[in-house]
């Protein structure tokens, strides 16, 4: 089993930046690739970003490509993702999900087996 847990969300102006981060345990992320998902009230969970194992491979959303970046850190069993630019539209609670899949990182949701409990992050115009 592995246990998520999201942070550095909260309230932020438009052109603003956050941080989050997903810190795991339980078992090591290193055999997982991770994504980051977003779900804004009445809307289904959407793909923001994922990185596959060893960090050889990063795919993003159209909507937050060239804003968003997400990294790793394995030896702090830890997953980032950097938002820069942010606007309101990205208003949303964010979640961290780990897939236990060889080589890739999904974009659907329905692949990860594990989920954080979500930060909220929310962009005033």
């Known amino acids: 089993q592995v246990q998520l847990v999201e942070s550095g969300g909260g309230l932020v102006q438009a052109g603003g930046s956050l941080r989050l981060s997903c810190a795991a345990s339980?078992?090591?992320?290193?055999?997982?690739?991770m994504g980051w998902f977003r779900q804004a009230p009445g809307k289904e969970r959407e793909f923001v970003a994922s990185?596959?194992?060893?960090?050889?491979?990063?795919y993003y959303a159209d909507s937050v490509k060239g804003r968003f970046t997400i990294s790793r850190d394995d030896a702090k069993n830890t997953v980032y993702l950097q938002m820069n630019s942010l606007k309101p539209e990205d208003t949303a609670v964010y979640y961290c999900?780990?897939?236990?899949?060889?080589?890739?990182?999904?974009?659907?949701?329905?692949?990860?087996?594990?989920w954080g409990q979500g930060t909220q992050v929310t962009v005033s115009s």
């Open positions: 339980g078992r090591t992320i290193r055999n997982y690739a």
């Open positions: 990185i596959s194992r060893y960090a050889s491979s990063t």
């Open positions: 999900g780990a897939d236990q899949v060889p080589v890739g990182a999904s974009s659907t949701p329905d692949r990860y087996g594990y």
